[in-house]
């Protein structure tokens, strides 16, 4: 089956660095994503791991071992607008055709 | 210039109705899902269509009828409207192969009352 487990609620400060963890089980690995979702919008694409190892862009970088079932996002720099739901997404591989499973996501709430 | 567009964006109605929801990309995915966001904000898929074909059906009652009359369409139908079904459904597009991540309409807030 698959398990998606994310920290509920997380609160930084402008200008911090923060962590947000993910760990999964699941079959048919094609990859680990992250979204942004701010209220009341749609989910955005941040950053996608398919191999071990940490994935740069900008203030966002994500890791994954896969052999750990675990990723994070790690945000640098924090802004205002960073005050967003993160939502972390396994894509699955079956018979040629993908889905996404996503988390239920972390709320993170920056502070001034 | 839009990727993934749904309509409407606000739905209200009354139980036992019956409503759909368009969507529509021009990104030239062959990939098309619906998924539903609930109050405690967990998206969890519905469907999944590969050219015009039904794919992944995640137990979703039959009331809920997908449609895709081309690779670039996918409508959602529900038919007996009841109040649980009140939530904002995304209708989102994927390209296959690797590194292609899923892109989102702007969602449907729906409301039975």
């Known amino acids: 089956g698959q398990n998606i487990d994310q920290p509920t609620e997380m609160t930084a400060t402008e200008g911090a660095i923060v962590q947000i963890n993910c760990t999964y089980q699941?079959?048919?690995?094609?990859?680990l994503f992250w979204y942004q979702q701010h209220a009341g919008e749609a989910p955005t694409f941040l950053s996608y791991n398919v191999l071990d190892g940490l994935e740069e862009k900008g203030r966002f970088s994500s890791f994954l071992s896969r052999s750990k079932g675990y990723s994070y996002l790690l945000l640098k720099e924090l802004q205002m607008k960073d005050s967003a739901s993160y939502l972390c997404?396994?894509?699955?591989?079956?018979?040629?055709?993908?889905?996404?499973?996503f988390g239920t996501g972390t709320r993170l709430k920056v502070l001034a | 210039d839009t990727a993934v567009s749904q309509t409407p964006k606000y739905l209200v109605t009354q139980m036992g109705n019956d409503k759909s929801i368009k969507c529509e990309q021009n990104l030239g995915h062959d990939t098309m899902y619906w998924y539903k966001q609930d109050s405690k904000k967990f998206l969890k898929i519905m469907f999944s269509y590969n050219n015009k074909e039904l794919i992944i059906n995640e137990t979703v009652p039959n009331r809920f009828s997908p449609k895709s009359p081309d690779k670039a369409h996918l409508n959602l139908h529900i038919n007996s409207l009841e109040l649980g079904d009140s939530a904002v459904y995304f209708c989102?597009?994927?390209?296959?192969?690797?590194?292609?991540?899923?892109?989102f309409g702007q969602g449907t807030r729906l409301t039975v009352v």
């Open positions: 699941t079959s048919g690995f094609n990859g």
């Open positions: 989102a597009s994927s390209r296959s192969g690797l590194n292609t991540e899923a892109f």
């Open positions: 997404a396994v894509r699955e591989s079956t018979s040629g055709t993908y889905k996404y499973i």
